[in-house]
């Protein structure tokens, strides 16, 4: 049974760094990070295709990075820079879609999800 497990959240000061991880164990066209605050609805902030494709959302681009290891079926976000408002529950998710989307609905396989908490 496919299975995604993400590993690597916890609290950073306002400015810091934290890189997440997600395991996977299929092989999907496409992965993606998304993250969720108390009260927000769920956001798209990073994919890649199996091709590389990358695709950011505005909010993150030039701090965030997505890469994926296919060897070690892992992928991976690196986040830097990080502000008050980057704090959520990250998850991990993996779909068939053939471009880099970072629609929900896009997805059809999620991680449980990690923190990640930023303090100013």
């Known amino acids: 049974q496919e299975q995604l497990v993400e590993s690597g959240g916890g609290a950073v000061r306002t400015g810091g760094s934290l890189s997440l991880s997600c395991t996977f164990s299929?092989?999907?066209?496409?992965m993606g990070w998304f993250r969720q605050a108390p009260g927000k609805e769920r956001e798209g902030v990073a994919s890649?295709?199996?091709?590389?494709?990358?695709s950011y959302a505005d909010s993150v681009k030039g701090r965030f990075t997505i890469s994926k290891d296919n060897a070690k079926k892992t992928l991976y976000l690196q986040m830097s820079t990080l502000k008050p408002e980057d704090a959520a529950q990250y998850y991990c998710?993996?779909?068939?879609?053939?471009?880099?989307?970072?629609?929900?609905?896009?997805?059809?396989?999620w991680g449980q999800g990690t923190q990640v908490t930023v303090s100013s």
């Open positions: 299929g092989n999907k066209f496409c």
């Open positions: 890649i295709t199996n091709r590389g494709i990358t």
């Open positions: 998710a993996a779909g068939d879609t053939v471009y880099a989307s970072r629609r929900a609905d896009d997805f059809n396989l």
